[in-house]
């Protein structure tokens, strides 16, 4: 498949634990985002990625989130000392437009948090 | 501003019906908007958008109608099949990437 992929997709942690999510974007696409979302709303921003390069990431909650893309392609999201509130969905999108208009979306991460 | 948790607005329609799902947009800077699909445990799938310029766009079944001045969205779906029924969310961009997106319609499609 060509699309966006993400793993684990489902994961439970207990609470204090260290989580990594990988997203695997559509190859060759420039932009990569990160979302969250909460059951019953829609996706809110968290960080953008052009190439290597983190652009944008005023939408991380807090200093235990952390994103990167090494190489410009992969990324991984990390969250340290699990809370509870961090329970969400994590989606991934990425876009060939620099601009990032057009995104596609990922399957996303489901995390619960104990 | 208020959350509406597990409650989302749910239109119900007839298969063969014509659906119309709103959206009110906040920014009146945002010069493009997008409508997504997203079905249980899955991530939102592009449907159809739209630029600042234009007042309707259409695609195949969908039509998306863009009224700036009053910052309303709506997607128009002709004869809605029941593979329709999912959550539909309008979301806006200005600047260079970030969306942001409205708070979901449930469509559920009856055979």
């Known amino acids: 498949g060509a699309g966006v992929s993400q793993s684990p997709r489902y994961k439970v942690a207990k609470r204090g634990q260290d989580v990594a999510l990988r997203c695997d974007p559509i190859?060759?696409?420039?932009?990569l985002f990160w979302y969250q979302q909460a059951l019953g709303q829609g996706p809110e921003f968290l960080t953008y990625?052009?190439?290597?390069?983190?652009?944008?990431k005023s939408g991380l909650p807090s200093d235990r989130f952390f994103a990167e893309r090494p190489e410009g392609s992969v990324s991984t999201l990390k969250i340290q000392r699990t809370q509870q509130e961090d329970s969400a969905v994590y989606l991934c999108?990425?876009?060939?437009?620099?601009?990032?208009?057009?995104?596609?979306f990922g399957p996303g991460t489901r995390l619960l948090v104990l | 501003g208020e959350s509406v948790g597990l409650h989302l607005p749910t239109l119900s329609v007839q298969e063969g019906d014509n659906s119309i799902i709103n959206c009110a947009y906040s920014n009146s800077a945002s010069d493009y908007f997008i409508w997504y699909k997203q079905e249980s445990g899955k991530g939102p799938q592009f449907i159809i958008d739209?630029?600042?310029?234009?007042d309707k766009r259409q695609g195949q079944r969908v039509t998306v109608l863009l009224n700036k001045t009053v910052k309303h969205l709506s997607l128009q779906i002709a004869a809605t099949q029941p593979g329709d029924s999912a959550v539909y969310f309008c979301?806006?961009?200005?600047?260079?990437?970030?969306?942001?997106f409205g708070k979901g319609t449930m469509l559920l499609v009856s055979p």
């Open positions: 990625f052009q190439n290597e390069a983190q652009l944008d």
């Open positions: 190859s060759g696409h420039v932009s």
């Open positions: 999108a990425s876009s060939s437009d620099r601009l990032g208009e057009t995104q596609y």
């Open positions: 739209i630029r600042s310029n234009m």
């Open positions: 979301a806006e961009a200005s600047g260079y990437s970030t969306l942001t």
